[in-house]
Structures are given as structure tokens and as C-alpha cells.
């Protein structure tokens, strides 16, 4: 399986600030047709998961532009331009290339200082 | 709006047998690929697999390949995730997603003797 690497496991923020989340692939996630499948999504305490960025860099329906996706092959990146209180939560990274083992990375709790 | 609404907690013991339901209220249910998201606290997310509702294809996670068995009622736009042998490891909440864009609410199996 492709192992997913997210760090740091913990990011204290102090809102009002950027925040940024890396993530990092036992393996490229480009596809035999050029296509790189890494979403980001966030878990907020007590909430279903959300997705918020697909295909690295595309921001969902309704994601606030505040929060961006970067990278390439095997390192990416999650952005948070400037935090805010309910952005508190768990990310997840998750490969969709190689397939039928899609994986997740470990998570990073994002704390208010 | 679509929801999709799992089946309540369930309490169950070793070795015994369970069937939890994700109804979809949107008109797409039949087209869309419907995946199954293991989450236990403290552990993470970790993708099970998906199953098409339309032919029933079906693509598991090696991880969960024969231990668990997703089907599908095109007739009540329900799909469900289902164990013959349940471990107290199966213990963690259960997430249905329309293709990420849209999520259960989750259904916490707790196994324990």
C-alpha cells in the first residue's frame, strides 16, 4: 500500500495566522494518464469528514478561498491563508491513484493557541 | 439537498453477525459510486471500499477484503455494509460517502463481550 506521511501530527495556530500542513507519498500519485489524485479533507470535532481540496488543488463547493492545495508527485501541501476558530479540527490527506487501496494519511490536529 | 442517513449504533459481542444502512435521498444514487470509511478515534480514517449501485460493482480495500461485504436496494436508494464475524477490532464508526462529496453521519459499532 502507499504509505501517506502527514506532518506535523499537531499544528497550534494562533488565529488569525497561516497555518500549513505537509504531506508526503511512499510513491508518486501521478496515473499512467497524467493525473494526480490527492485530496485534502477536514474533520471537525463530533463532524463527519468534508472534503476540501480534490485532485491537489481544486477547492470543493463552498470551501472558503482561504484554504489552498499545492504539490506535486510526492509532496503536498494544505494552506490555511488565515486561521479561524472553525477551522479547528482534524486534516487528512488521501491518495485516490492507486487503486483499489486508496489510503489516508494520519491526520494533523489544528489547535487554537 | 441529498443526505445520506446511516442506521443507528449498534452494541454487539465477538463473533456475532451485523447489516448497518446508508439511505441516499438524492436522485443520482443508482450513478454514483458509494464508499464505506472506517474511522476509529485516535487511529484515523481508513478507506474500505465502494460499490456502484447501478451493476453493483464492488471494489474492496485489501485490509477489508473478506471480512466484510457491501450490497445494495436500488428499489430504496440504501446501500449497506455488512460483517458474518464481527472482532471487538471492528469497534470504531462507520462513514458512508457519495463520492466524498456528500457523508453520512456515522454509525458507531461497538464490539465488546
Known amino acids: 500500500d502507499v504509505v501517506m506521511t502527514q506532518s506535523p501530527l499537531t499544528l497550534p495556530v494562533t488565529l488569525g495566522q497561516p497555518a500549513s500542513i505537509s504531506c508526503r507519498s511512499s510513491?508518486?500519485?501521478?496515473?499512467?494518464?497524467?493525473?494526480?489524485?490527492l485530496n485534502w479533507f477536514q474533520q471537525r470535532p463530533g463532524q463527519s469528514p468534508r472534503r476540501l481540496i480534490y485532485k491537489v488543488s481544486n477547492r470543493d463547493s463552498g470551501v472558503p478561498d482561504r484554504f489552498s492545495g499545492s504539490g506535486a508527485g510526492t509532496d503536498f501541501t494544505l494552506k490555511i491563508s488565515r486561521v479561524e476558530a472553525e477551522d479547528v479540527g482534524v486534516y487528512y490527506c488521501m491518495q485516490g491513484t492507486h487503486w483499489p487501496a486508496w489510503t489516508f494519511g494520519q491526520g494533523t490536529k489544528v489547535e487554537i493557541k | 439537498e441529498v443526505q445520506l442517513v446511516q442506521s443507528g449504533a449498534e452494541v454487539k459481542k465477538p463473533g456475532e453477525s451485523l447489516k448497518i444502512s446508508c439511505q441516499d435521498s438524492?436522485?443520482?444514487?443508482?450513478?454514483?459510486?458509494i464508499g464505506w470509511v472506517r474511522h476509529i478515534p485516535g487511529r484515523g480514517l481508513e478507506w474500505m471500499g465502494m460499490?456502484?449501485?447501478?451493476?453493483?460493482?464492488?471494489r474492496y480495500s485489501p485490509s477489508f477484503q473478506g471480512h466484510v461485504t457491501m450490497s445494495v436496494d436500488k428499489s430504496i436508494n440504501t446501500a449497506y455494509l455488512q460483517w458474518n464475524t464481527l472482532r471487538a477490532s471492528d469497534t470504531a464508526i462507520y462513514y458512508c460517502?457519495?463520492?466524498?462529496?456528500?457523508w453520512g453521519q456515522g454509525t458507531l459499532v461497538t464490539v465488546s463481550s
Open positions: 460499490i456502484y449501485p447501478s451493476d453493483s460493482d464492488t
Open positions: 438524492g436522485h443520482s444514487f443508482a450513478n454514483s459510486w
Open positions: 510513491q508518486s500519485l501521478v496515473d499512467s494518464y497524467g493525473n494526480t489524485y
Open positions: 460517502t457519495r463520492q466524498f462529496d456528500y
